[in-house]
């Protein structure tokens, strides 16, 4: 699985075509997710694990020790009171490599994916979090004001190896 992630001041999807908004948070995390070939329960309960804890947030103006500049970033998103907005992005598991056209072998088929996406989803509701998604497989238009910007690239692949 392979996911970006933004902190965001506010977030909205959209359905294109009809402009019926799918789902919309404040401050938070949006999270653009691949789900690739071979991924299972193992990579959803790693990924959700890493993201909901995930410290991401700018210290609080107030608590900055002394001594320390203020801006560090040491505080996740519960400590926030932060929601996610997860969308569906078969596209972060494109194959590059050849020609100029990419290929997307690596991503999951719709029918095996759409689970795993829904399990992601409840994992991280599972542990408290408020979540708003797109709709897996449309074409969505996605609003944000990233904020920083901070946005991080994770992979399951990447996280397994170090672990």
């Known amino acids: 699985m ?26 938070g995390l949006c999270v653009l997710l691949g789900i690739g070939q071979g991924d299972g329960p193992k990579e959803v309960e790693l990924l959700a694990d890493r993201i909901t804890g995930m410290r991401l947030f700018p210290d609080a103006p107030d608590s900055v020790p002394e001594g320390r500049k203020p801006g560090n ?23 590059t490599s050849k020609g100029r056209r990419p290929s997307f072998v690596r991503a999951m088929p719709p029918e095996q994916a759409i689970p795993l996406y829904e399990q992601f989803i ?20 996605v609003e944000l004001i990233n904020d920083g910007p901070v946005t991080i690239v994770l992979d399951t692949n990447e996280l397994c190896r170090s672990s």
């Open 2 to 27: 392979r996911a970006v992630l933004q902190r965001v001041k506010c977030a909205k999807v959209r359905e294109q075509g009809t402009g019926e908004v799918l789902g919309e948070i404040g401050v």
């Open 122 to 141: 409840g994992k991280c509701r599972e542990v408290g979090f408020m979540v708003q998604t797109g709709r897996f497989g449309a074409m969505m238009d």
């Open 73 to 95: 970033i040491n505080r996740a998103l519960r400590d926030v009171g932060g929601a996610l907005l997860v969308v569906s992005q078969f596209t972060l598991l494109a194959d």
